[in-house]
């Protein structure tokens, strides 16, 4: 049996297949760095210590050996690519598992997003484990390709790859008894539900803990995220390509309370994954920001591994999955090894090539707009109206009520004030649904932007000065079947398919980080200096998330979880 042979290595009376010599053991249980020795064997972890030997043998030359990277919650469809080429630019990184909800595809094909995504991670460097999407829709306020109740999604409960419940971001649907939510938490609770609250506090936060659900990465406070803590949530502190709360949730962290602390990236786009990284980007900052190096990689590790109850890994013990990292110095946190199930998966930043065909997909086409419906312009019904105020580095935005200049008879944007157009157009079922406002803070002076990625229903946005360039850069998506673009009048200046379900490219990321960049070039080159104006497009549809948003049905406060008319007077 392989369990002898296992007992037979640990003992010592038999070879392993891997031991790394003169490591600095970062022991995540104990909280200590001391040398030691590693032996593997089977993709296991069967021995600490000296005397074994081992029928390879790696010289760490006093590197610090930790577990591998945990991202407690990401949406790898924000990459734009695939799970192999998410795997990519992550898993030479130190990042060899992941917790993903891939609510973002789910919400255009349904379950046939779901299997997709099982599919394409087969076989592959990176562990993918899901938590299966609670929202399709997020709400009942905009319209997404796929409608799952508790019935379409508990069979997926057997899947050994699936963990639990995802972000359950109906939190209003949660604390005002919405029988189709309570479903899916009664269907899951004996497993892991995560949660999706931002600024709940009070006697509706306990209505929403009591329900099950253990877990938030919505916090951009200390005093939110100290509330949650004091009810027993675990804080899965993000930092994403457009919500940066890292730095502002840092000074919460204690010895106290460090082991309820998760990191997660939730969305981050491919140039950020390039440069700056995944998770282990957050454990870097952290290391330099003061934070315990033990510390730090526990809440990448450890902490994400027994909240998701993956007992099997996020430290190093005997009987453990060998997913293991080596980095030299603490605060430039650079591997320069990863192992993934004993076998080396990535070195010196190079990922190690698998001899693995790429997995074919099929899957049906996901655009499909009525453009007899698609109107830009807006008749004026008052003076003032409800403008999205949109916050560089934050997902939350802003109910600015503003005065709208007009021009015979319909509203026209204010380019000095930063006033542009907006529009959601409905592009799942042909409905003709289109709904129409006010953005500022996208910084346009002039021309469009137009997306298929539109937080989480992705139907197709576009904001902009005029109605040209509006209608341009719409169509332009549409052509492409999905994707980005930039139009200056009847001109389209750069553009990026994303022809999987209108989320993702099937080519290489460093391809698509290419595109991407050519196109937030050219939307910098109409005026916007933003990080990343296309993430700002993307999340000002996103019903769930304070305080204004525009979807396919109309302008919706948030706060109110309810629409509200365009014109205040």
């Known amino acids: 049996m392989e369990l002898n042979t296992l007992v037979r290595v640990a003992r010592g009376d038999a070879p392993a297949d891997l031991v790394l010599r003169n490591a600095k053991l970062i022991n995540v249980y104990s909280g200590e760095i001391y040398p030691t020795d590693v032996a593997i064997y089977n993709a296991r972890i069967v021995g600490i210590g000296s005397g074994y030997t081992g029928t390879q043998e790696i010289d760490l030359r006093g590197g610090y050996l930790a577990p591998g990277l945990i991202d407690a919650h990401v949406h790898i469809e924000s990459a734009m690519v695939g799970v192999r080429q998410f795997a990519a630019a992550v898993v030479p990184r130190g990042v060899t598992s992941v917790v993903a909800d891939p609510h973002e595809i789910t919400n255009v094909l349904g379950l046939d997003g779901i299997r997709y995504m099982f599919d394409q991670a087969k076989y592959g460097r990176l562990s993918m484990y899901v938590m299966v999407p609670s929202c399709v829709p997020s709400t009942h306020m905009a319209t997404a390709g796929?409608?799952?109740?508790?019935?379409?999604?508990?069979?997926?409960?057997?899947?050994?790859?699936?963990?639990?419940l995802g972000e359950m971001m109906n939190y209003p649907g949660v604390v005002n008894e919405d029988q189709g939510v309570l479903e899916k938490l009664e269907a899951f609770k004996t497993r892991v539900l995560d949660g999706h609250a931002p600024g709940f506090t009070g006697k509706q936060l306990?209505?929403?803990?009591?329900?099950?659900?253990?877990?938030?990465?919505?916090?951009?406070?200390?005093?939110?995220?100290?509330?949650?803590?004091?009810?027993?949530?675990?804080?899965?502190?993000?930092?994403?390509?457009?919500?940066?709360?890292l730095s502002t949730l840092l000074p919460m962290i204690t010895p106290e309370n460090a082991r309820r602390i998760c990191l997660c990236t939730d969305d981050r786009h491919p140039g950020d994954l390039l440069d700056e990284g995944g998770v282990d980007h957050l454990v870097r900052t952290a290391i330099r920001a003061g934070v315990d190096v033990v510390t730090a990689i526990r809440m990448a590790t450890l902490n994400t591994a027994e909240w998701f109850r993956m007992y099997d890994r996020g430290g190093i013990r005997p009987g453990n999955r060998a997913d293991l990292i080596v980095f030299d110095d603490p605060q430039e946190f650079n591997v320069r090894l990863v192992i993934r199930g004993g076998q080396i998966a990535a070195e010196n930043g190079n990922l190690v090539p698998l001899d693995v065909p790429e997995r074919p997909s099929y899957l049906r086409g996901s655009m499909n707009v009525n453009w007899h419906t698609v109107d830009f312009?807006?008749?004026?019904?008052?003076?003032?109206?409800?403008?999205?105020?949109?916050?560089?580095?934050?997902?939350?935005?802003?109910?600015?009520?503003l005065e709208i200049p007009s021009a015979s008879g319909f509203a026209v944007p204010d380019i000095e004030r930063d006033i542009i157009k907006m529009a959601v157009i409905e592009r799942h079922m042909a409905s003709g649904h289109v709904g129409k406002g006010f953005v500022q803070g996208l910084q346009l002076r002039r021309g469009a932007i137009a997306s298929t990625i539109a937080h989480d229903h992705h139907n197709l946005i576009v904001a902009g000065t005029d109605n040209i360039s509006l209608t341009t850069a719409a169509a332009a998506v549409a052509d492409m079947g999905g994707g980005l673009a930039v139009a200056d009048g009847i001109r389209i200046l750069a553009r990026l398919p994303l022809p999987v379900a209108g989320l993702m490219s099937n080519r290489p990321i460093a391809e698509v980080r290419r595109k991407l960049d050519e196109v937030i070039g050219a939307a910098r080159s109409l005026g916007s200096d933003l990080h990343d104006p296309f993430m700002t497009l993307g999340f000002l549809a996103l019903e769930v998330i304070p305080h204004l948003k525009l979807t396919d049905q109309g302008l919706v406060d948030v706060d109110q979880f309810k629409f509200v008319p365009l014109w205040t007077d």
């Open 146 to 164: 796929a409608y799952l109740e508790a019935k379409d999604i508990a069979s997926l409960q057997g899947d050994p790859w699936v963990l639990g």
């Open 206 to 245: 306990n209505a929403y803990v009591a329900t099950g659900i253990g877990s938030d990465h919505e916090c951009t406070t200390v005093e939110e995220a100290l509330e949650k803590l004091r009810l027993g949530m675990y804080i899965l502190v993000r930092e994403a390509t457009n919500a940066h709360n």
């Open 377 to 401: 312009t807006i008749p004026v019904e008052g003076a003032r109206a409800h403008v999205i105020g949109a916050v560089p580095g934050d997902l939350i935005t802003e109910d600015r009520v």
